[in-house]
């Protein structure tokens, strides 16, 4: 069963290895992952299911991560020694990619040990104080918003069935062009999506994010979208309290982050 749900950004700058002093100027953010932290120590899952953008997907197609073990790291910013490891829920997977080729929803399975940024970073964050826990890494696909939207209830169908705790984590950032200064440039639209996404998030409002214009998730340079939008289908018709517990970019990328309490 679902037992907690939330939304984390994955920026690097959040681990002290890669982040250093910049972590000082993300303290909104730490100060509500260590809540959500936490959060998860108290809930006591024995699976997260981590839905995040940046790993293998399809354009036409949702997909599964399905191996023994997976071993996140963060070489790729020249962090050489971070790592974490953890098991494979395979049984719930399997649980899943038959329900959802079953329904004939798009879906498919890939298969990789080493995890990126987008699983590991949160990892790092939410899990040192857990034990004997699997993971589900989900990746989503290039299909609008409506079918994640689905995509999410299916997984919900699910997870909510399984007998184990389970909680979901989207993995996601908002835009990357709010200032001058961000990687990505600036384009004015970077903040109004982010107001939007909050706005939908703490209200639990699917048809505020439905309503986003496609041409506006490429403009503003998002990677978030598709994950809470997955992750608020999953939610769908579930008694939660949502609350954005902090929202901030000191670099000019929007971090939002919120927790979602199951009654």
């Known amino acids: 069963m679902i037992v907690f749900a939330t939304i984390v950004p994955h920026s690097p700058l959040l681990i002290p290895s890669v982040g250093k002093e910049h972590r000082e100027k993300l303290a909104a953010t730490l100060t509500a992952c260590q809540e959500i932290e936490q959060a998860l120590y108290l809930v006591k899952p024995d699976t997260i299911c981590i839905i995040a953008p940046h790993g ?39 649980h899943l990619q038959r329900k959802l080729r079953h329904e004939g929803m798009p879906f498919t399975l890939t298969s990789n040990e080493e995890l990126d940024y987008g699983y590991t970073v949160p990892l790092l964050l939410l899990t040192s104080k857990l034990a004997n826990w699997k993971l589900i890494p989900i990746s989503p696909s290039a299909l609008d918003g409506k079918e994640h939207y689905e995509f999410g209830r299916q997984l919900k169908e699910v997870l909510h069935a399984e007998p184990g705790r389970i909680a979901i984590v989207a993995s996601a950032d908002l835009s990357h062009k709010l200032s001058q200064d961000s990687p990505a440039g600036f384009d004015a639209d970077g903040s109004k999506f982010d107001q939007t996404v909050q706005q939908a998030v703490a209200e639990r409002d699917v048809n505020k994010l439905l309503a986003v214009d496609p041409e506006i998730l490429e403009k ?44």
Request: hydrophobic letters at 40%; aromatic letters at 14%.
């Open 56 to 94: 293998t997907h399809y354009p036409d197609a949702f997909s599964a991560n399905l191996a023994a073990k997976y071993i996140g790291n963060l070489k790729k910013f020249g962090d050489f020694s971070t790592t974490v490891e953890v098991k494979s829920d395979y049984l719930v997977t399997d």
């Open 220 to 263: 503003v340079a998002q990677c978030g979208y598709r994950p809470i939008i997955t992750l608020l289908g999953a939610l769908d018709g579930m008694n939660v309290n949502s609350k954005v517990l902090s929202y901030e970019s000191p670099f000019g990328v929007g971090y939002m982050t919120t927790r979602f309490d199951i009654a």
